[in-house]
C-alpha cells in the first residue's frame, strides 16, 4: 500500500468554525489531490497539486483553500464550515496520470 | 454537468457469475479510463485501466472494454466472487490535463455477489 495517511480520521464541528485536514505521503509523489465522496455524486475534486507550493482548483472548490509547503503535506482548509462541507474527504498521492493511490479518508460531521 | 455516468446505482449477481458494470462519458477529449474499487470506511484502490487507442484491457479476472464511438465503458469481472462485493467507480482523464494526472469520477455501482 502507498504510503498515505489523513488526519483526523473523524471530526465533529460546529457551523462557523475554521476545520483543517491533514494529507502526509511518505512516497514523494508529486501530485496530491483532495477529493469529498457523497451519495449519487461520487467522487469530486476540491484542490489539487502538481509541486511544492503549486496548487490549482478542482470542480468544487469555494469554501476550501489548500496549502503545500513541503512534498509531504497537503492541508485542506475549511475557512468557515458549513453544513454542506459535512462528507468522507479522501486525499490521493500520484506520480503519474496513470494512478492515483487514496488514503483511508476522514469523515466531517458539521453540526 | 455530470461529464462521466454511472447509471447503475446497484447490481446484483451469483457468486460464479459475470459482472458487468457500466459507464458512460461525454467527453470526446477524455484518453485514459481507470475503474477504483472500494471498500466501505476504505478508500478506493486502482483495479485496471484504458489507453483510448486500445478497445480492451484484462487482467486475470477483470477486463474491461472501451467503446469510443459510444463514448461507453465496461468492466467485467469473471467469475464473480463475494470478495469482488464493493462500490465500484469509473474515472476519466482529459487529455488537456495530462501534466496534473486530475480524474473525473462517475457516481459509483454498489456490486453485490451472492454466494
Known amino acids: 500500500d502507498a504510503g498515505i495517511t489523513q488526519s483526523p480520521r473523524h471530526k465533529v464541528t460546529e457551523t462557523g468554525t475554521p476545520v483543517t485536514l491533514r494529507c502526509h505521503q511518505t512516497e514523494n509523489h508529486r501530485y496530491m489531490y483532495w477529493y469529498r465522496q457523497d451519495p449519487g455524486h461520487g467522487l469530486r475534486l476540491i484542490h489539487y497539486?502538481?509541486?511544492?507550493?503549486?496548487?490549482d482548483k478542482g470542480e468544487v472548490s469555494d469554501g476550501y483553500s489548500v496549502s503545500r509547503s513541503k512534498t509531504e503535506d497537503f492541508l485542506l482548509t475549511l475557512e468557515s464550515a458549513t453544513s454542506s462541507q459535512t462528507s468522507v474527504y479522501f486525499c490521493?498521492?500520484?506520480?503519474?496520470?496513470?494512478?492515483?493511490?487514496f488514503g483511508p479518508g476522514t469523515r466531517l460531521t458539521v453540526t | 454537468d455530470q461529464q462521466v455516468k454511472q447509471n447503475s446505482p446497484s447490481l446484483s449477481v451469483q457468486e460464479g457469475r459475470i459482472s458487468i458494470l457500466n459507464c458512460d462519458y461525454t467527453n470526446s477529449m477524455f484518453d485514459y479510463f481507470l475503474w477504483y474499487k472500494k471498500y466501505p470506511a476504505e478508500g478506493p484502490t486502482f483495479l485496471i485501466s484504458i489507453s483510448s487507442i486500445k478497445d480492451k484491457n484484462e487482467d486475470g479476472r477483470f477486463t474491461v472494454f472501451l467503446n469510443k464511438s459510444a463514448k461507453h465503458l465496461s468492466l467485467h469481472i469473471v467469475p464473480s466472487q463475494p470478495g469482488d462485493s464493493a462500490v465500484y467507480f469509473c474515472?476519466?482523464?482529459?487529455?488537456?490535463?495530462?501534466?496534473?494526472?486530475?480524474?473525473?469520477f462517475g457516481q459509483g455501482t454498489t456490486l453485490q455477489v451472492k454466494p
Open positions: 474515472a476519466a482523464s482529459p487529455s488537456m490535463d495530462s501534466n496534473t494526472g486530475k480524474l473525473i
Open positions: 490521493a498521492i500520484g506520480q503519474t496520470r496513470y494512478e492515483q493511490y
Open positions: 497539486s502538481y509541486g511544492v507550493k503549486d496548487t
